[in-house]
Every structure is written in C-alpha cells, then in structure tokens.
C-alpha cells in the first residue's frame, strides 16, 4: 500500500501564492505517476496537474502557466506551486498516486485532502 499525507494548504488572498506538498511513504514502487486533483463544494473531484517518474508534466488548461507540480526522489515528495491564486482554486486539493498505463488506471491512492481557500 501507498499512503499519501499532503501540507501546505490554508487561507491566501487572490494573487497570492501557497506551496502544497505530498509526501509518499510504503510500496512507492506501485505507483509511476503522481498527481493533485480538487474538488469544491458542489463539484466533482478534478485534475489539477500530474507528474509521472520521467517527469512528464500535465496541467487543467485552467491552471496552466500560474500552478506548477515537480518531485523531489530523495524525499518521495511531490509539490504543487500555486502562484496567482484565484477565488476560483477554492477547493480541498488531494495529492494522488497512480499506477497507470498510457490512460489506463490500474491503481489509485489518495490521500486526506488539505484546504485551499482563495479570498478576493
């Protein structure tokens, strides 16, 4: 098993910045793609951004250019930089590991979700 603990999330004024992390611990080898999704109230959970071992990168087109996601190896970390925070990124943003292969989804794991919350 994988067990994902995300930190970072808080309050921020729009325009400002927050740095999520995600740290992986347990069968790390069960996953080749890291990833944060969101979801607000009311809405269905989304894909933010996802990063595979190889370092290939996607984005929402909604964040592209203001959120970036990269990996530290030797911590087993992921992280999601949030610059130019919108009232709209309001969510609870959940760290994910995945096993996939091209789109397909073979395994999945979340973790406990970190409050985003955006004020204008």
């Known amino acids: 098993q994988v067990q994902l603990v995300e930190s970072g999330g808080g309050l921020v004024q729009a325009g400002g910045s927050l740095r999520l992390s995600c740290a992986a611990s347990?069968?790390?080898?069960?996953?080749?793609?890291m990833g944060w999704y969101r979801q607000a109230p009311g809405k269905q959970r989304e894909l933010v951004a996802t990063?595979?071992?190889?370092?290939?990168?996607n984005y929402a087109d909604s964040v592209k250019g203001r959120f970036t996601i990269s990996r530290d190896n030797a911590k087993n970390t992921v992280y999601l930089q949030m610059n130019s925070l919108k009232p709209e990124d309001t969510a609870v943003y959940y760290c994910?590991?995945?096993?996939?292969?091209?789109?397909?989804?073979?395994?999945?794991?979340w973790g406990q979700g970190t409050q985003v919350t955006v004020s204008s």
């Open positions: 994910n590991g995945a096993y996939t292969i091209r789109t397909v989804r073979l395994s999945d794991y």
């Open positions: 347990g069968s790390i080898s069960s996953i080749n793609e």
């Open positions: 990063i595979t071992n190889g370092g290939r990168t």
